[in-house]
Structure formats: structure tokens, C-alpha cells
DNA sequence: CACCTCTCTGAAAGTAAGTTTCATCCGTGG
DNA sequence: CCACGGATGAAACTTACTTTCAGAGAGGTG
């Protein structure tokens, strides 16, 4: 064969600009002006059209299309798009903020906002992480069987006992959330074998919370403990036992990010019973969503 | 003054793709259809030409350019380089994982868990991104200078209308949340210049909501609207408009991660009210966690 | 119910960007 | 001095992008 095919050795996929740096030296000196172009401002050179490429490299646009050929490129076009990709890619992510840390006093509202951020998406994440199928699955089938099933809360984590109620309640289930011990306390008495009972504090320390709970299971209720700390006081009177994974900051009383966890874990169990039954639960969920479509008013704007 | 200016949180300079799903519903039917193929796979729209994503969004390029227009870019070349940019900066979604989208009939728990979690956190992440700080300040300011804060929200949004009332109460602001329509409309004909209301919609449509809003901005006071759709209705009524980025999948009636992206927000502006007053709220929040100290047992066991 | 208006839409015309072709230039070696 | 061959840009050409315009259809109005 006579013709000889050129092969690079650089890998196509990545390091476009440090393939090029490479190449440099083996240009013609018009590319090598394109070349140097591209490799000191790659987002610039993104964003200009060809033409203009051309002419701030003193040449024709034919010597860039030249150019795209010669590190490998299809056209020009092509180019564009993978230098703005790697170009993106260089930016390197957020600065190093603290994990769980405090919010520094002098903050303004953009590190706040980041830091918040940051935080509750990592707990959701690690909460996840960390969840066991198992357990889950179990409290999931538990609560798929019961007559009814109770949640209690306090303060914040009432209203993710609130939400968790009422989402069951969308698909049909018979659910309570009792904010107030004393209901709470006559509710549990009168679970039995078969039903459920969640109990849910972050701290798992909610005196409240663990007597229903231990009311409940004293009563045949299958018992669930949702909190933040495997060890904590709550977990002695649960058949089941969820945790979250916040580590929250220093305004921590409000419990942030653990709310957020709570509210994770509250989706995968739901979603996990309506999966059980996915007809039925999501001819409630249509059901329900058009008794609230007369309170909606027409969609969005539409731009002018 | 009758001139009143409206301030949106979206932040142009990044999040495009965020961007733009929160504008879908205000797109027209064609339109959509392109965004869906974008936000579905922008580094594939990245790649391909005008011509070939209008026949892949059966439409013609013309209405690529309209889409284009719609949201805030100036031509189609500029949309590619962003969505390329936009695409590599995004760490690869886990594969299985359809980003916002369904959960496969077959799925077991471990897979339901981690859409979820990953749906989440993503929420939580792109709406700080496209959270604007100053928009933020401006909600903090007015929060922090009101008489009485009133926080309006139905089903889901009014749980989080009760955390962020339970929230501002800790740390000594006056705030009421108000789930019940009648009640709210009263609590906001006694509003007046100075004071503050809240509403929050996930979908931006609800009319309970808007008609509160619409009444205290009536009585003088400063409205803010929280919502996915930063072109929905709510928008209209509201002086300062705070956007959550959440895509939902589909049991989205219950709008999982939207609550998560919403309580985020909240966060973030109670930590921004608190900050103002730092040694105050600081204060606040022991005395009241000092309140409910004998609520609480033991703290947790050690290993055994 | 006819009429109007307004928005959405794609066809087609128009413009700009990207690509190819080709003649020229210039250095090199016979 | 004359081939020869690579490098280069002008110009022709193609493709991609953008604008314009008229028709379709929804929704409102007299």
C-alpha cells in the first residue's frame, strides 16, 4: 500500500488542548499562529466565528479549517463545541467548602447560599448512600399491610410526619400525623397487630415521640424509627430502624439538613409503596390532582 | 410610586440548562419539543446542526431560533457552545438513572432509592446555582424590616410555609403561615406598607395562593413568590420572584423534589435574616431550644 | 355565528459561516 | 535556470443559520 494513514496517539476523547500544545511544533506557521490562539484562550476562541479566528491569527480562513483537520478535528464547528467543552470542564468546581461547617460570620448571602446548599445535597447523598434496601423494603411491605399507620413529630420533624401523611393518604392510605402528644398517645392505644407506627426525630431524643412509639409497639403496632443517630434513645423502641446522614451547621437547632434527609427517606418510602400497587396508586394520584385543578389558574405566560 | 420593579432570581450566567426546563411551560408547543430533546441531552444538541434538531424536534429551524431567542441566547451557534460548556461540566448522571425522569415499573427499592436521592440533591444543587444573591439580600432586607411576615402556601408548599413561620419565630421575627385561604385572606387585608408576604407554588398556578398575594400586595406590602416557574402566574403578583430548579418525575403531584429545593431556599433566607442579627438570633434560638431541653432524654448510648 | 385578532408555525428567501478549489508564492534541489 | 512541492489566501462554492412572510388555528367579541 502506498498510502500512508497518520494515526495520533492521543487519546480523542479528552486533553484536546494538550494534544495541540503537542502538535504545535509540527504546524505550518500560519496553523502554529491558530494553535497558539486556541491554546491560550480556548473559550475565547469558542466563541469567535472563524472569520474572525482568521483574521486575529493574521491568516485565511481556510488555514483554520487546515488547522481543524490537523489536530483531528472534522471542521470547524466541531471544534468550537469541543473547546468550549474542555474549556468548561478546566473551571474547577466550587471552592473548598467546609463539610457540616459553620457559616463564617462575615458571610454574604452567595456563600450562604452555597454552603446551604452544599450541605443538604450532601445529606441527602450520603443519606442514601447509606440507607439499607433491606430495612426499607421491610417498613415498606409493613406499611403496604397495615390497617393504618400513625406518624409523630415534633416541631420540624412534625412537618415531615405531616407530608409523610399526607402522601399516603394520596394513594389511599389510612394515615394520622399527630403533632400533639396527648392525641398522639390516645392514637397509638388503639393500634394493633398489623398496624404502623414511624416515629421520627432527628435527635432521637424527642421524649414525646419515643413514648408513642413505645405505646404503639407495646400495643402490636410494627414500630419505625426515622432519626439521624443509630444509637439514640428512639432506635430501643423500633422494630425498624432508618437513619439519615446530616451533619448539620451551627444554626442546627432548626436542623436543616436533616429535615431534608427526613423528607428523602419519606419520598423513597413512598414511592416504594406506591410502587406496590402502581395502578391503583396512580389513579389516586390523578384522582386527587384534578379535586385541586379548579384552584389553578392558566399555565404559564408565554414570552411576548 | 407606581412603578414597580420586578427582580427574578434566575442568574443568566449559569444553568442554562435549569434555565430552560424552568421555563418549559411557558414555551409554545414546538418550542417544547426542542427543549425537551436539549434538556434530555444537551451534549447530543450540542453536536448536532440547526437543521438536524429541528427535523429531530419535527419543526422547522426557524422555530430553533424562536426556542433559542426564548431563552435569553442570541443565535443557535451560541446555544451549542453553551450546552456543550454546560454538558462537561455536568458529571455524568449515574447511567441507569434518567435524570427527572420516570421510575421503571420493574425497579427494586436500591434503584428507587437512588433516583430519588440523586433527583433531590440535584434540585437542591441547581437552585442554589441559579439562586440570584442579590434578589436574595433584597427578600432578607425586607424580611428583616418587616413588622409581620405572613407565608402563604397550599398542601405540600404549606408545610414549608409552616417551617420557614417556625423558623422566623425562633430567632423573635413575627411570622404566620397561613394553609387555609379564608384565614390568609383576612391575616393579609391587615397587612400594610412594611410588612411582608410570602407565597409558595411549586407550579406557580396556584389561585388560592395568588389571590392572597395579589390582596397583600393591595394593603402595601412587599410580595415574594417562590416557584419552579419563573414565568407562572404567581410571578405577576410578586415583587421579588425566587425560583426553585427541581424537575420532577413523574408521582410529581406530590412534587417531591421541588419541597426539598423550596425548604433550601428557606433556609437560606432565615440563615440571611439571622446574620443580620447574629448575636440576637443566636440567643433566640438557645433560650427556645433551652425550652423544650427536658422534652428531650438522654443523649445516646455509647457502644456497647 | 361571523368576524376579528393574535399567536404559532413552517416555507421560502436571504445572509452569514464554513469548506473547497485553485492559482500563486516561495524556497529547494537538480 | 528550471522544475517541484509545500504553504498560503482569494474566490467560488456549499452548508448552516436567520429573517420574512403568509397561512392556520385558537380564542375572544360584537
Not at 466563541?47 to 491569527?57: E, G, H, S, V
Not at 406506591?274 to 395502578?279: E, G, K, L, T, V
Request: aromatic residues 4%.
Amino acid at each position: 500500500m502506498a498510502k500512508t494513514t497518520k494515526v495520533s496517539a492521543t487519546n480523542e476523547s479528552s486533553g484536546l488542548i494538550v494534544h495541540i500544545s503537542g502538535l504545535l511544533p509540527s504546524l505550518s506557521p500560519a496553523e502554529q499562529r491558530v494553535a497558539r490562539l486556541v491554546v491560550a484562550d480556548p473559550a475565547d476562541a469558542a466563541r469567535r466565528t472563524i472569520t474572525d479566528l482568521a483574521t486575529a491569527a493574521e491568516t485565511s480562513e481556510a488555514t483554520v479549517i487546515r488547522f481543524c483537520r490537523s489536530v483531528g478535528m472534522e471542521g470547524y464547528p466541531q471544534l468550537r463545541i469541543r473547546l468550549a467543552a474542555e474549556a468548561a470542564r478546566r473551571i474547577e468546581p466550587p471552592d473548598a467548602r467546609v463539610v457540616g461547617g459553620d457559616i463564617p460570620p462575615g458571610a454574604d448571602l452567595a456563600q450562604i447560599i452555597a454552603t446551604i446548599a452544599f450541605n443538604d445535597a450532601r445529606a441527602v447523598e450520603e443519606t442514601a448512600e447509606q440507607l439499607d434496601p433491606a430495612v426499607c423494603e421491610q417498613v415498606v411491605d409493613a406499611i403496604n399491610g397495615a390497617g393504618r399507620v400513625d406518624i409523630y413529630g415534633a416541631a420540624a420533624s412534625g412537618f415531615v410526619a405531616s407530608d409523610f401523611q399526607q402522601k399516603l393518604h394520596r394513594i389511599g392510605r389510612t394515615a394520622f400525623a399527630w403533632p400533639d402528644v396527648h392525641l398522639a398517645l390516645t392514637s397509638a392505644a388503639l393500634l394493633g397487630k398489623g398496624d404502623v407506627a414511624i416515629g421520627i426525630s432527628h435527635s432521637g431524643t424527642t421524649s414525646d415521640v419515643i413514648e408513642v412509639l413505645q405505646q404503639a409497639r407495646a400495643r402490636g403496632a410494627t414500630t419505625v424509627a426515622l432519626t439521624n443517630f443509630p444509637r439514640s434513645p428512639i432506635t430501643e423502641v423500633a422494630d425498624f430502624v432508618l437513619t439519615t446522614a446530616a451533619r448539620e451547621t451551627t444554626y442546627r437547632s432548626g436542623a436543616m439538613a436533616s429535615r431534608l434527609a427526613q423528607l428523602t427517606v419519606v419520598d423513597c418510602l413512598f414511592v416504594g409503596v406506591a410502587a406496590r400497587n402502581r395502578s391503583k396508586a396512580r389513579r389516586a394520584l390523578e384522582v386527587t390532582a384534578e379535586a385541586v385543578q379548579t384552584h389553578r389558574v392558566g399555565a404559564a405566560r408565554r414570552s411576548k
